[in-house]
């Protein structure tokens, strides 16, 4: 599903990850752990073909991401979910037009974006909520919103950056649930995450960095 | 179908959010037009003027005092022959006579005590209605003062020259300085978008993270550009009418020139579109020009 080969990645002459190389399988739930700036991030923006690797290899579903051209990169993104710690919802649009925006652009008729939405949206919990603006909803509503944009367009990898980093402890852990739930419905789930009790809860495979190593991983691939 | 009404739904968000900007751009396309189109305006007029003066110039032909008339006939032949005279009247030595006492009866003693009629006979040329241009006329002017049997040609050449050489002018300086208006309209719509594209950066960052491509991401502001630019070329048009309106009525008001103030027109439907057009696409530039930087991105 997932490959890299040995991949180094450089900001500025800083160096953000270094020689990393590790596999992920169809269906896994793998939370990337590890202190700020050990380039969590930057993996997750990698593998989304936000950036280029300085070296190494990156195969996302055999296609290789370092070779892809820029025009090819938006239609790898829609391959994919990605959910950030904030939000990025676009505040003056109702819940339903936020999760049904990946629908337009994958061009969806209107009753197909009707349908999904409204499946992703009961699938976290938020489908009371359609016609709410999102600039009126609370974190943990606006992060189940951002979790059901993401998953509408059912992904087969869904990437999340911190994504409990803004919500309480009761919040983090329904968000945690959510994202075991969508894991258990196949989706491969890549999580960067430095809460103790999000990688407890969700019980899956741990890859540490450490300024841009990767120290400990059970699926080390060589 | 749906995508199209989000574009449309997009730029129209855009273009209420930023009302003052969107005005600022709509202005300055409006005033780039309007004086890019008066010049239109006036190269329009002074060359229908022109073609209308070339029509009605004649050219005087006196032949030499004393041709037989078989001499007068050859030489009408002579001139009917060139392709540009459409039609020719032969005003005899008599009847040049009568047409002056005709015209000015106050005058006819000047002609007392002469021994012999002193007006000479004359071949009166019309040019065809295609304006001839400068070089085939001088041509044919050339001819008529090599001709033997021709005293003297009468044609107001150098003042015909003049009012070309004045549209040419036109012709430049409505091309220069619609040049330089146009690249500022440009600049102040790119700005425009510009604020549109500040103020929406994180929007724009949000598609890119859901796999919009650029042209998606760009199609509302392009849209955006182009209503800005389309609004701009109406008013520009909206100013022209008026203006020549009110340039007409002054002009017909003015006894001298009254006679000409039927040549004045405003422009064909033709020039009116491309206004218009021309305010799509400066918009459409601006944007693109705006476009371009951000399109570097990943």
């Known amino acids: 599903m997932i490959q890299l080969f040995h991949v180094t990645k450089y900001f500025d002459g800083r160096v953000a990850l270094t020689d990393i190389s ?4 169809k269906g896994e739930c793998v939370l990337l752990t590890g202190p700020s700036g050990a380039g969590k991030t930057t993996l997750l923006k990698l593998i989304f073909g936000s950036v280029p690797p ?11 991401i370092a070779r892809l051209r820029r025009t090819d990169i938006p239609y790898h993104r829609r391959t994919m979910g990605f959910v950030l710690q904030d939000f990025k919802l676009l505040p003056h649009r109702t819940v ?3 999760v049904a925006l990946p629908l337009i652009i994958r061009g969806l008729s209107v009753f197909e974006s009707r349908r999904k939405v409204a499946e992703a949206l009961r699938a976290v919990g938020m489908d009371h909520k359609q016609t709410t603006r999102a600039s009126v909803l609370s974190a943990g509503e606006q992060q189940r919103v951002c979790i059901a944009r993401a998953i509408v367009n059912s992904p087969i990898i869904l990437l999340a950056d911190e994504p409990t980093g803004n919500l309480d402890p009761q919040l983090t852990m329904e968000i945690a649930d959510l994202f075991k739930s969508i894991n258990a419905k196949g989706t491969t789930i890549l999580m960067a995450t430095h809460n103790r009790q999000v990688v407890d809860r969700m019980n899956g495979r741990i890859l540490r960095l450490e300024c841009g190593h990767l120290m400990a991983d059970q699926g080390v691939y060589a | 179908m749906r995508r199209v009404w989000y574009f449309i739904r997009e730029a129209i968000i855009s273009i209420r959010t930023h009302r003052t900007g969107t005005l600022i751009g709509i202005l300055t396309t409006a005033f780039t037009l309007t004086s890019f189109g008066v010049f239109l305006l006036l190269y329009h007029n002074v060359n229908n003027l022109l073609d209308r003066i070339q029509h009605n110039i004649q050219i005087i032909v006196y032949p030499k005092e004393g041709l037989e008339p078989a001499k007068l006939d050859e030489m009408k032949q002579f001139l009917k022959s060139n392709q540009i005279v459409e039609s020719l009247i032969f005003i005899s030595k008599q009847q040049a ?30 040019l065809t209605s295609s304006t001839p241009s400068t070089d085939v006329t001088a041509h044919l002017m050339n001819r008529l003062h090599d001709h033997q049997d021709i ?11 003049r009012l070309t050489l004045i ?28 604020l549109a594209f500040y103020t929406r950066q994180e929007e724009m960052e949000i598609l890119r993270l859901i796999g919009a491509t650029r042209l998606f991401i760009s199609i509302p502001y392009l849209i955006e550009g182009a209503l800005l630019g389309a609004l701009g070329g109406g008013l520009a048009i909206g100013f022209l009418r008026s203006g020549f309106a009110v340039f007409k009525h002054r ?25 218009l057009v021309g305010g799509i696409v400066l918009g459409c530039m601006g944007t693109l020009a705006t476009m371009l930087g951000w399109m570097k991105l990943r």
């Open chain 2, 251 to 275: 002009i017909e008001s003015l006894s001298v020139i009254g006679g000409f103030s039927s040549a004045f027109e405003f422009f064909p439907v033709p020039f009116s579109l491309t206004l």
């Open chain 1, 96 to 98: 339903f037009e936020n």
């Open chain 1, 22 to 25: 590790l596999r992920i399988e």
């Open chain 2, 97 to 126: 006579l009568e047409d002056f006492k005709k015209q000015f009866p106050n005058e006819i003693h000047l002609l007392e005590g002469l021994p012999d009629n002193p007006f000479p006979s004359s071949f009166i040329l019309t």
């Open chain 2, 151 to 161: 005293e003297r040609v009468k044609y107001n050449r150098d003042w015909i020259e």
């Open chain 2, 167 to 194: 549209v040419t002018y036109l012709q430049w300086g409505a091309l220069i300085i619609g040049g330089i208006l146009a690249t500022a309209s440009m600049a102040i719509i790119a700005n425009t978008v510009q």
């Open chain 1, 54 to 64: 300085d070296d190494g290899q990156i195969l996302v579903q055999n296609r290789n």
